[in-house]
C-alpha cells in the first residue's frame, strides 16, 4: 500500500520568510497530491493540488512542486504571513483508488 | 448549502458501551470517507464509500463499522468502545477520486 512521509514535522519561520515542506510517497501508480491546511480545532482544508502530468502549480503566494521520478512533492509558500500559521497535511492516493493516505502532518509557525 | 455535517460535536463514551456517528452532504458527491484524527499522527482513514452501495477498508479498520443509507449520508458505528479510540473523528466527501471537502469533526472521548 501507499506510504507518505512528511518533513519537517515543525517549522519556525519569520513573517515574510519562505517556507517549504517536503513528502515522498511509495506507489508509482498515485496521480494526485493535494495539500490540506488545518487551523487550531477546524477542519482540514484544500489549499493546493497537482496531478503527475504536470511538475509545478502555482496559486498567488503557495505553490506545489512535483517530482515522479524520485516520487516527491513539495509546498512552497512565499512571503508568509502570521495568518498562514497552521498543520499543513499532504496526501496520495493508494494508486488510482479514492483512498487518500495523509502524511503526519507540519506545524507551521509563523513568528511577527 | 450546508456541505459535510457531522453529528454530534462531542460525545464521552463509557468502555463498552456503543453509539453511531453521523454524516451527511448535500453536495450530490458519489465518494464519501471517514477518518480519525489522533494527536502527531494525522488523518488515518477508518472507511470509505466509493459509491452509494460500497464500502471499503481503509488504514484502520478494526472495531468501526459502516453504513452507506443513501447518496447523502454515511454512518460510523461503534459496537463497544474503547479508550483507543478516543479521537476526532472527521467525515468527508468527494465527487470522485479529486478534492476531499471535511465536515466539522466529532470529538469522542472514551473512559
Partial sequence: ?112 | NAGVTQTPKFQVLKTGQSMTLQCAQDMNHNSMYWYRQDPGMGLRLIYYSASEGTTDKGEVPNGYNVSRLNKREFSLRLESAAPSQTSVYFCASSPGGNEQFFGPGTRLTVL
Fill in chain 1, 1 to 112: 500500500g501507499e506510504n507518505v512521509e512528511q518533513h519537517p514535522s515543525t517549522l519556525s519561520v519569520q513573517e515574510g520568510d519562505s517556507a517549504v515542506i517536503k513528502c515522498t510517497y511509495s506507489d508509482s501508480a498515485s496521480n494526485y497530491f493535494p495539500w490540506y491546511k488545518q487551523e487550531l480545532g477546524k477542519r482540514p482544508q484544500l489549499i493546493i493540488d497537482i496531478r503527475s502530468n504536470v511538475g509545478e502549480k502555482k496559486d498567488q503566494r503557495i505553490a506545489v512542486t512535483l517530482n515522479k521520478t524520485a516520487k516527491h512533492f513539495s509546498l512552497h509558500i512565499t512571503e508568509t504571513q502570521p495568518e498562514d500559521s497552521a498543520v499543513y497535511f499532504c496526501a496520495a492516493p493508494e494508486g488510482s483508488s479514492y483512498k487518500l493516505i495523509f502524511g503526519s502532518g507540519t506545524r507551521l509557525l509563523v513568528r511577527p
